[in-house]
């Protein structure tokens, strides 16, 4: 085998293997892309969906480890990767919480949740309401929904 | 022959590209977040659990739009019930508990509306055992129903939504 036809062959060889990685690599980056992107969003839906459902029908405690469980995932959530609809969800479930607070006249606590919740919403791009508007807000959005 | 070996090591490159995408999108994710290691593999667990319910979700409202309507709950029972015995998380389960429940009244309305008031009733005692553990107390089976009707309607889809039919 001549030089020449050594090095075709190898030319041959690294285009096809380039070629073939970078086929390879979009195809599987454009699957990939579409996996994650669908496991960040529907998992925290169907645990907010979940967390919602408790908050309409469950008892106190229940309601509450409901949205509290919520809450700290949508947290860890926001640690891998920030998202405003994250933040609205979030502040949503610390304000569940907070009304659950003043069901039982626990006025300190409730205060505690919507700070957090405040904060939240203002990091979302949404307006800063008082702690009362955003509650009674809620409760409204709450009662149209049943 | 250079064509040959052009084609030929076309498969392999491919392969390859396969694996770098996996590894980047695995790596680009870690070095984006700022969540805690130890914490990753249980948010991961979590993650996956989930999808799975909703795509199991997703299956089943397919399915019975496809036909075979009269199977849509139990077949969806069957699935949840597969998928609570693997999980490993208590976000999954809780998740998978609540739509048991809400399958197993929307299962025994289906069964009623056939006469099938045994396996109804078998039904309704599944619901309200599932649902009391998840705080739903003080419901009448009535009230239960309507409630979990309600929850049902609320995530259906529009083409699901027209025949009215709870199958």
């Known amino acids: 085998m001549t030089p020449a036809a050594k090095a075709v062959y190898l030319g041959a060889l690294l285009i096809g293997l380039s070629l073939g990685a970078f086929v390879g690599f979009l195809e599987e980056g454009s699957v990939l892309g579409l996996v994650y992107e669908a496991s960040r969003s529907l998992a925290p839906a169907a645990l907010v969906d979940f967390s919602n459902m408790q908050y309409r029908h469950a008892d106190l405690e229940h309601a509450e480890s409901a949205l509290e469980m919520t809450?700290?995932?949508?947290?860890?959530?926001?640690?891998?990767?920030?998202?405003?609809?994250?933040?609205?969800?979030?502040?949503?479930?610390?304000?569940?919480?907070?009304?659950?607070?003043?069901?039982?006249?626990n006025p300190q606590q409730s205060h505690a949740y919507m700070v957090k919740a405040r904060s939240l919403y203002k990091a979302s791009g949404a307006r800063d309401y008082p702690e009362s508007e955003m509650?009674?807000?809620?409760?409204?959005?709450d009662q149209s929904a049943k | 022959m250079?064509?040959?070996?052009?084609v030929?090591?076309?498969?392999?490159?491919?392969?390859?590209?396969v694996r770098a995408a996996r590894y980047w999108y695995h790596h680009q994710e870690r070095r984006l977040g700022t969540l805690d290691a130890?914490?990753?593999p249980h948010l991961e667990s979590?993650?996956?659990?989930?999808?799975t319910v909703e795509e199991l979700r997703v299956v089943s409202d397919a399915v019975s739009e496809a036909g075979a309507k009269n199977q849509r709950w139990p077949r969806y029972i069957r699935g949840l019930n597969r998928l609570k015995q693997k999980s490993r998380t208590q976000e999954g389960r809780s998740v998978i508990d609540l739509e048991l429940g809400i399958a197993y009244v929307m299962a025994a309305t289906v069964e009623e509306q056939d006469n099938n008031n045994e396996v109804a009733a078998h039904y309704m005692e599944s619901a309200r055992s599932v649902l009391q553990s998840l705080g739903w107390q003080g419901y009448s089976d009535d009230a239960l129903t309507s409630a979990a009707k309600r929850e049902s309607d609320r995530r259906e889809p529009a083409s699901l939504k027209k025949g009215k039919e709870p199958r």
């Open chain 1, 135 to 141: 509650k009674e807000r809620l409760r409204a959005f």
């Open chain 1, 71 to 105: 809450a700290v995932f949508l947290e860890n959530m926001e640690e891998l990767k920030p998202e405003k609809t994250q933040k609205l969800a979030l502040a949503t479930a610390y304000t569940r919480l907070a009304l659950l607070q003043d069901a039982v006249s």
């Open chain 2, 46 to 51: 979590v993650l996956s659990e989930l999808v």
């Open chain 2, 38 to 40: 130890s914490q990753r």
């Open chain 2, 2 to 6: 250079a064509l040959g070996i052009l």
């Open chain 2, 8 to 17: 030929l090591s076309f498969w392999p490159g491919r392969m390859l590209g």
